[in-house]
């Protein structure tokens, strides 16, 4: 029996009241981003309140998918920094609670988002898609409102400039009132100059009403029997004249029909119907259009020329012909023409008999024929691409349903794991780390999204392209966080790097406030002589500057313990004599390198691994470059080493005197 625990119940209330702020929060600023882009298509057209709340009522819907994954991995990072903050993560796991049965009432409730956020992209959104594309279309055909700038034109009236010198803004009129109509064309404006005027709209709103008074009127009489060093005119000085402009000031609604063939108007059902539909359209218009190829003369690549018929034949058909073309030779071009049977048509030869008018006809009938073709198939090309960028288009929206719901689920994995791990709640470091993944997962998203519309990639393939990346991220994240171990341990990592690419540290001993037992000044030097001497006879047994021999090196299974034991020494020799009191000894130790044995052996212990490596030439080659570099930089060090000893001999020697 389903038992729901206090535990379950603490860990709902903790998640929700943080997903509810957080849902609304990102939905206010997708809205915001939103509004931005359309800000322009609003400002100055008088919507009624009406328009506008149907405006954001439709966007919200609209932006409600995208919104809870973001919401989702808010929420879990501020909840279990906060429990991670507060140590009630580490009480829970102390009472023997793992962080997967943490989880398991919020995997149910995000299993239940990701059903509504299906819901909303599957059902609601195609219905609030449609209306408010088609509010957005009709709010750009909406007619700016009325308002006439003082000292400026205005030209938002279709057909018309306006300019106005001076408004009183307390009984309307206008002064200084010049109204430009363009509708009749440049050649025959028709100008309108008055001292003072009154302007309002009809009741229909229709149509602007204009009052002129004290002005006058000038107009061209243009016709195309005129020419233009003589053009009439008619001019008229009135007291007062009327005129009516027509300027649709109301607000009308498109028809909704216009989204009907768009993928976002569409739900799962429909984008498949469709797309199989436009996948039936793509290969019957390939196939027509391979028919028709093939009738123009073009062949497969591959396939063998077939019989040509009359004027229409190769040179290499000719060629391979053992009977010579002597009836083209002596029959005429017009009676060439009037041949209805199937002939092999030597085309050289055809033009080589033709006279230079004829020449110069079949050259630009060539011409032409080529012009049509290319134009021909650069309109099929066109009508191919369109149909398939729209065919793309609905599957990559059919994905899409499905990728943006499992967003959600992957978003808790993540953000559960980065909370137990970072440890912070708040809206400090989570809202930082929260952003920066949701641009990554936008980043990776939109690529595998343009890459799948281009037909770059496979629909599947750019569309999950964002769940392949992410969900092992989450599954990583979430192992690492319920054992409680280290993401990236960087000190590891640097010392890995360091150790393959063979950069090591120098030596850094300073003067140690207490020594316990003081060096060996009396044995010291007899020993550092004989290691000396012991580091001469491996250079010279190892002929290490010489280039190793390939096989043996790779078919070699015994260790190079002689250089761990030289090693071993210098380290031991170092610790011994860095009790001393001397400063100037202790520069000398400095001056020894730190050695890195292995380096210029075989890279594995496993004797096989390294048979395969060196069979694998290219693997095997940069190992073995490798490992020739190492033996020389081994030498130059043991060289060094016995520079030192001599130098510390000298300076022990120096101290006993």
Same mark, same amino acid.
């Given at each position: 029996m389903l038992r729901i625990k206090k535990l379950d119940i603490f860990i709902l209330k903790s998640f929700c009241l943080l997903f509810a702020g957080t849902f609304f929060i990102c939905l206010f600023i997708f809205m915001m981003q939103f509004l931005w882009k359309y800000v322009d298509q609003m400002v100055g057209k008088g919507l009624?309140?009406?328009? !506008?709340?149907? +405006?954001?009522?439709?966007?919200?819907?609209?932006?409600?998918? $995208?919104?809870?994954?973001?919401? &989702?991995? #808010?929420?879990? !990072?501020?909840? +279990?920094?906060?429990?991670?903050?507060?140590?009630?993560?580490? $009480?829970?796991?102390?009472?023997? &609670?793992? #962080?997967?049965?943490?989880?398991r009432p919020l995997v149910v409730l995000i299993g239940f988002v990701c059903v509504v956020s299906f819901y909303f992209q599957n059902v609601v959104g195609p219905y609030a898609q449609s209306k408010l594309w088609t509010l957005v279309l009709s709010m750009k055909q909406k007619s700016p409102e009325l308002d006439i700038p003082e000292g400026a034109f205005y030209d938002q009236i279709p057909g018309y400039n306006l300019y106005v010198g001076h408004k009183d803004r307390d009984t309307g009129v206008l002064y200084d009132v010049l109204i430009y109509n363009f509708q009749n064309g440049f050649d025959n404006a028709q100008i309108i100059y008055s001292d003072s005027a009154r302007m309002e709209l009809t009741a229909d709103k229709q149509h602007l009403y204009l009052h002129l008074f004290d002005g006058e009127e000038f107009e061209n009489l243009r016709s195309q029997t005129v020419s233009q060093q003589s053009v009439p005119y008619r001019r008229e000085s009135f007291k007062e004249k009327h005129a009516l402009i027509e300027f649709d000031s109301n607000f009308n609604m498109m028809d909704?029909?216009?989204?009907?063939?768009?993928?976002?108007?569409?739900?799962?059902?429909?984008?498949?119907?469709?797309?199989?539909?436009?996948?039936?359209?793509?290969?019957?218009?390939?196939?027509?259009?391979?028919?028709?190829?093939?009738?123009?003369?073009?062949?497969?690549?591959?396939?063998?020329?077939?019989?040509?018929?009359?004027?229409?034949?190769?040179?290499?058909?000719?060629?391979k012909s053992s009977e010579p073309a002597k009836p083209l030779y002596t029959t005429s071009i017009s009676q060439i023409e009037h041949i209805s049977?199937?002939?092999?048509?030597?085309?050289?030869?055809?033009?080589?008999?033709?006279?230079?008018?004829?020449?110069?006809?079949?050259?630009?009938?060539?011409?032409?024929?080529?012009?049509?073709?290319?134009?021909?198939?650069?309109?099929?090309?066109?009508?191919?691409?369109?149909?398939?960028?729209?065919?793309r288009r609905h599957q990559t929206a059919w994905h899409e349903k499905l990728t943006l719901s499992l967003a959600c689920m992957i978003f808790l994995?993540?953000?559960?794991?980065?909370?137990?791990?970072?440890?912070?709640?708040?809206?400090?470091?989570?809202?930082?780390?929260?952003?920066?993944?949701?641009?990554?997962?936008?980043?990776?998203?939109?690529?595998?999204?343009?890459?799948?519309r281009e037909g770059r990639w496979l629909i599947w393939s750019g569309m999950w392209l964002s769940t392949a990346v992410l969900a092992p991220i989450g599954a990583y994240l979430t192992y690492k966080s319920n054992n409680d171990s280290v993401v990236i341990n960087l000190d590891q990592i640097m010392l890995a790097v360091k150790k393959f690419l063979g950069i090591r540290s120098k030596r850094s001993l300073a003067r140690k406030e207490v020594i316990i037992e003081d060096p060996n000044y009396a044995t010291l030097p007899a020993r550092l002589t004989a290691f000396s001497n012991q580091c001469a006879a491996?250079?010279?047994?190892?002929?290490?500057?010489?280039?190793?021999?390939?096989?043996?090196?790779?078919?070699?299974?015994?260790?190079?313990?002689?250089?761990?034991?030289?090693?071993?020494?210098?380290?031991?020799?170092?610790?011994?004599?860095?009790?001393?009191?001397?400063?100037?000894?202790?520069?000398?130790l400095n001056n020894y390198p730190i050695l890195t044995t292995g380096a210029q052996e075989r890279p594995f212990k496993n004797h096989w691994l390294n048979l395969a490596c060196g069979i694998f030439v290219p693997l095997g080659i940069f190992f073995y470059i490798r490992i020739w570099i190492f033996r020389l930089r081994l030498q130059k060090d043991l060289e060094a080493i016995r520079s030192v000893n001599k130098e510390a001999v000298y300076v022990i020697d120096s101290m006993e005197k």
């Open positions: 009624d309140v009406t328009v !506008l709340a149907q +405006f954001f009522i439709y966007a919200g819907l609209t932006l409600v998918p $995208a919104s809870l994954p973001l919401a &989702v991995l #808010l929420a879990a !990072l501020i909840t +279990f920094g906060n429990f991670g903050e507060r140590f009630e993560l580490m $009480a829970m796991k102390a009472a023997g &609670v793992s #962080l997967l049965q943490i989880l909704e029909g216009i989204m009907d063939n768009q993928s976002i108007s569409k739900n799962m059902a429909q984008l498949e119907a469709d797309a199989d539909s436009m996948r039936l359209v793509v290969d019957s218009m390939g196939i027509v259009n391979f028919n028709d190829a093939l009738r123009n003369g073009y062949q497969p690549v591959g396939s063998e020329p077939a019989l040509k018929t009359r004027g229409e034949s190769t040179v290499d058909e000719a060629e049977t199937p002939l092999r048509i030597n085309v050289d030869s055809i033009y080589r008999i033709a006279s230079l008018d004829d020449r110069e006809k079949f050259i630009s009938n060539a011409f032409a024929d080529v012009a049509q073709l290319q134009a021909d198939w650069s309109n099929k090309e066109v009508n191919m691409k369109l149909l398939q960028n729209n065919m994995f993540i953000g559960v794991a980065l909370g137990g791990i970072i440890r912070k709640g708040g809206l400090g470091m989570p809202v930082v780390i929260s952003v920066l993944i949701f641009i990554f997962y936008y980043i990776v998203n939109n690529t595998g999204l343009k890459m799948a491996y250079m010279e047994q190892n002929q290490l500057k010489r280039a190793p021999n390939y096989l043996r090196l790779w078919m070699g299974t015994e260790p190079d313990s002689e250089a761990e034991q030289i090693n071993e020494t210098l380290e031991g020799l170092v610790e011994e004599m860095s009790n001393t009191r001397s400063g100037h000894l202790l520069n000398v």
